[in-house]
Structures are given as C-alpha cells and as structure tokens.
C-alpha cells in the first residue's frame, strides 16, 4: 500500500514556474516508477511524464517537452515536478501516481498502468 501526496500548486502568470512535490510513504520507493498526469475541467485525464524507478529513464509528452523536468529523491521518498514557461493551458489539477515496477528503465504512459494515485493538486496558470 502506498499513500501519495502532491504538494506545490497555485496560481501563476503565463511564463512562471512552479514546483511540484508528491511525497510517498513507502520503504519500496525505489523499486516504484512514478507518473505525473493532468486532468483539466472537461477534459480526460493527460499523461504528463514518467520517471523509472532508477531515474535512469524517463518519459515526457510532447506538450511539456523541454519546459518540465521529473526528478526523484529515493532518500527523501519523493518525487519532483519543475514546470518552467507555464501556459495557460497548463492548468488542470496534478496527480502524482506510483507503479511497481520489475525493471529499473520502465516507464508507464497509461494511467490505468499505476496502482496508487495522489488526491491531486491544483495549478492555475492565468494572467
């Protein structure tokens, strides 16, 4: 059983950044790949990246390539999302989401790959 919690959302202008924080309360981390995903009003829920748990891979949608960065923190149980040159259509409310995982380089695109899932948080990006 792991319990996920996302920190870190707010609201900011078009171009700023924010910092995303899940935090995870497990001893097997490190053996968990982890997902962000993204869910705005009326919309489905968008895959955003995902790490391997080895860090040693990772996998980004086209939409926030180049702008996102996932890290993770095994010491801490923790797992980051930088989010740079923010878009309006950005905003949506964040997930964080663990999978186990065999193997040290796998990533998951399909949400309904992950086991566990965070209660999410909100980001804004408006002007």
């Known amino acids: 059983q792991v319990q996920l919690v996302e920190s870190g959302g707010g609201l900011v202008p078009p171009g700023g950044s924010l910092r995303l924080s899940c935090a995870a309360s497990a001893r097997t981390f490190t053996s968990l790949a982890m997902g962000w995903f993204r869910q705005a009003p009326g919309k489905e829920r968008e895959f955003v990246v995902s790490?391997?748990?080895?860090?040693?891979?990772?996998l980004y949608a086209d939409s926030v390539k180049g702008r996102f960065t996932i890290s993770r923190d095994n010491g801490k149980y923790t797992v980051y999302l930088q989010m740079n040159s923010l878009r309006p259509e950005d905003t949506a409310v964040y997930y964080c989401?663990?999978?186990?995982?065999?193997?040290?380089?796998?990533?998951?695109?399909?949400?309904?790959?992950?086991?566990?899932w965070g209660r999410g948080t909100q980001v804004t990006v408006s002007s």
């Open positions: 989401a663990a999978k186990a995982a065999q193997f040290r380089l796998s990533v998951f695109r399909r949400a309904d790959q992950y086991d566990s």
């Open positions: 790490i391997s748990w080895s860090g040693g891979t990772t």
